[in-house]
């Protein structure tokens, strides 16, 4: 079948759109944000990735609008502080992962809320989840928007340069992260994840 996604994202037999189905497995950018007052947020999102790294940067995609209108709080607090952390979730971390991403006030700190402890962050404001295997210290390079959808949701693109990585030492063996240790969990089409918990090597051509 072909799909023209300006005419229907979902023609017969498909039951929802098939786009974040397709676009798998998509890691999770499990972003922690601080407002300008000092109020914390932590929020996944699957709309992130590496973009490059050197030096190291990393994307994640605040799209549609906070329930009390508005940018989501982690697009809001981005754009007043210029900094965010990027906490690694894994198959231990994935049911305080998904309560997070709740709507909630701007002042509920999501992090507590979770039963999660926080640690700080050496180069950046917001904490880190102390719990994630890894995490990346980040300022904000530019934020793009993106085009508007038919309703006028707005779509948005935060780029941010890595300036600190932490590393779990429990999950480096020989000189490299353990995949098997790391389990990191990745977002699927529908209600859907995975986890990654085995690898295959394969060396390049040239
Ligand atoms: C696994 C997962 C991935 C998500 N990915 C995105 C995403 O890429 N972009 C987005 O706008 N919302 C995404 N969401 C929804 C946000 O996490 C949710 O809107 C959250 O409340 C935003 O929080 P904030 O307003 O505190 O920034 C995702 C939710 C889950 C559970």
């Given at each position: 079948m072909f799909i023209d996604p300006a005419v229907n994202m979902k023609p017969e037999p498909l039951r929802y759109s098939p786009f974040k189905a397709l676009v798998v497995p998509r890691p999770i950018g499990w972003i922690t944000t601080m407002s300008a007052a000092g109020d914390l947020n932590l929020a996944p999102f699957s709309f992130f990735n590496g973009v490059t790294d050197?030096?190291?940067?990393?994307?994640?995609?605040?799209?549609?609008?906070?329930?009390?209108?508005?940018?989501?709080?982690?697009?809001?607090?981005?754009?007043e502080t210029g900094e965010f952390v990027f906490n690694l979730s894994n198959w231990s971390l994935r049911e305080e992962m998904n309560k997070t991403a709740e709507h909630m006030p701007r002042s509920v700190d999501e992090?507590?809320?979770?039963?999660?402890?926080?640690?700080?962050?050496?180069?950046?404001?917001?904490?880190?989840?102390?719990?994630?295997?890894?995490?990346?210290?980040?300022?904000?390079?530019?934020?793009?928007?993106?085009?508007?959808?038919?309703?006028?949701?707005?779509?948005?693109?935060?780029?941010?340069?890595?300036?600190g990585i932490h590393i779990d030492d429990s999950v480096i063996v020989d000189g490299i992260v353990d995949i098997s240790l790391l389990q990191p969990i990745a977002r699927l089409g529908y209600m859907d994840y995975a986890v990654v918990n085995e690898g295959f090597t394969m060396m390049r051509p040239d």
């Open positions: 050197d030096p190291p940067c990393v994307m994640f995609c605040p799209n549609g609008t906070h329930p009390d209108g508005g940018p989501k709080d982690s697009l809001r607090n981005v754009q992090m507590a809320a979770a039963g999660l402890e926080a640690a700080p962050s050496k180069l950046v404001a917001p904490p880190r989840v102390a719990a994630a295997p890894a995490a990346f210290e980040c300022k904000l390079f530019k934020v793009i928007d993106l085009p508007a959808s038919k309703s006028g949701r707005p779509s948005h693109v935060v780029i941010g340069e890595v300036i």
